[in-house]
């Protein structure tokens, strides 16, 4: 079986971490959903996303092929179901594709406002966690956290933890061959705790599950985390953080405060960064919709700062609650920015320009190149395309 992971209509309301990926590449919990979905497949899965993204992640097309929505996260009895689909069948629930079995090496889908005509729908009566917005992303991370935590330790042992980490609660704490950890306190009152293989955690760092430290990522000493909390690989985090994800391959070294927050790939937040999660008005939040392209109720109180991949702030940035930032922005200086900034926006609070193309590839070569990456081709032109399309977004 071929199996395809499609990108339905939530891949707007998931902008701007979905400018640079299809859905299903986004780290939710320990893992991406193409992750999860493989582990439960035990096969590798291609994409079917936007067409400026498909140079970089590729469809695999055969004649029998099961396209499952990206943006569901698979549990067991959802994969039965999907695995059961005959030719031309088509599993839903709630007038929301979930899966489509089709035998035509021809067939290309559409953008799925609803079950597609022609085909055999199959009603699935259970429940399954999804991404339907940016903040869904954070706001369902601990069931995440949770579900990967069971299914990628199921029948394994943690390595013991070493003398002077004090650890309270009936959670575990798993901690990889090749992880270190030292002089830290550990509460799984809530939920769990995952150290990958090659991630350290200083001394003095303080912990709350649920909590997923990523492959060569580093909690700094003295770090404050509260769960659910997801660091992805390659990543140097520090300061006090609360219910926030890190893709991978960013930073958040120092002091300063990050909180019901999202942050890209090869995105870095300069020392005394702080964003606001709740205003002191204590009413519902609202944030910048790229669809209805305006601010929309999130029906949250608490919402942080979104931060598409490529993005940078200076030393004691400052963020207003539920800013959205795009994809190669360079914030500095005093004040509050907006509470929207396009992508390939230049400045602060003061006001912006455009954040020219070759200086945004210029910085990501850089940041590529630190940590022994090649900044592709691929990744090139995808900047480029996207450079291109969002200009009218920008501030002139």
């Known amino acids: 079986m071929n199996f395809i992971l499609f990108d339905d209509a939530s891949w707007v309301d998931l902008l701007p971490i979905t400018f640079t990926r299809p859905v299903s590449e986004i780290r939710w919990g320990i893992l991406t959903l193409r992750e999860k979905w493989e582990h439960y497949?035990?096969?590798?899965?291609?994409?079917?996303?936007?067409?400026?993204?498909?140079?970089?992640?590729?469809?695999?097309?055969?004649?029998?092929?099961?396209?499952?929505?990206?943006?569901?996260?698979?549990?067991?009895?959802?994969?039965?179901?999907?695995?059961?689909?005959?030719?031309?069948?088509?599993?839903?629930?709630?007038?929301?594709?979930?899966?489509?079995?089709?035998?035509?090496?021809?067939?290309?889908?559409?953008?799925?406002?609803?079950?597609?005509?022609?085909?055999?729908?199959?009603?699935?009566?259970?429940?399954?966690?999804?991404?339907?917005?940016?903040?869904?992303?954070?706001?369902?991370?601990?069931?995440?956290i949770l579900s990967d935590f069971e299914m990628i330790t199921s029948g394994r042992t943690s390595r013991a933890l070493p003398p002077g980490v004090h650890v309270t609660g009936s959670f575990p704490v798993f901690l990889e061959e090749g992880a270190a950890i030292s002089h830290a306190f550990i509460n799984t009152t809530q939920g769990p705790v995952y150290i990958a293989s090659g991630a350290e955690v200083m001394e003095g760092c303080m912990i709350r599950g649920p909590f997923s430290l990523g492959m060569a990522s580093v909690l700094k000493m003295g770090s404050k985390v509260y769960g659910p909390t997801t660091i992805g690989p390659n990543c140097k985090?520090?300061?006090?953080?609360?219910?926030?994800?890190?893709?991978?391959?960013?930073?958040?070294?120092?002091?300063?405060?990050?909180?019901?927050?999202?942050?890209?790939?090869?995105?870095?937040?300069?020392?005394?960064?702080?964003?606001?999660?709740?205003?002191?008005?204590?009413?519902?939040?609202?944030?910048?919709?790229?669809?209805?392209?305006?601010?929309?109720?999130?029906?949250?109180?608490?919402?942080?700062?979104?931060?598409?991949?490529?993005?940078?702030?200076?030393?004691n940035t400052m963020f207003n609650t539920a800013t959205v930032v795009g994809v190669g922005v360079n914030l500095f200086g005093a004040g509050f920015p907006r509470n929207y900034v396009p992508s390939f926006s230049f400045g602060g609070a003061q006001g912006f320009k455009v954040h020219t193309l070759d200086k945004v590839l210029e910085a990501a070569d850089g940041m590529m190149k630190q940590q022994q990456l090649e900044f592709s081709e691929s990744d090139r032109r995808i900047l480029t395309d996207l450079f291109e399309f969002s200009r009218t977004d920008r501030y002139s």
């Open 41 to 144: 497949l035990r096969q590798p899965c291609s994409y079917l996303t936007r067409t400026y993204l498909q140079s970089k992640f590729p469809c695999r097309e055969e004649r029998d092929s099961l396209f499952i929505n990206g943006a569901i996260a698979p549990d067991k009895n959802l994969v039965s179901a999907i695995l059961a689909l005959q030719p031309d069948e088509t599993l839903t629930k709630n007038n929301e594709i979930i899966a489509i079995r089709m035998d035509d090496a021809d067939f290309v889908l559409p953008e799925l406002p609803g079950p597609v005509g022609g085909k055999r729908v199959i009603p699935y009566a259970g429940e399954y966690l999804r991404l339907a917005h940016t903040w869904d992303i954070f706001r369902l991370n601990g069931q995440a």
């Open 237 to 315: 985090a520090g300061g006090e953080i609360n219910n926030s994800i890190i893709q991978g391959y960013s930073n958040k070294a120092h002091e300063g405060y990050l909180g019901n927050s999202v942050i890209g790939e090869w995105c870095n937040l300069g020392a005394d960064t702080n964003n606001s999660n709740l205003k002191n008005s204590f009413a519902p939040v609202k944030t910048w919709s790229y669809r209805t392209r305006s601010f929309i109720e999130t029906g949250l109180l608490k919402c942080g700062l979104v931060m598409g991949d490529y993005s940078r702030c200076g030393i």
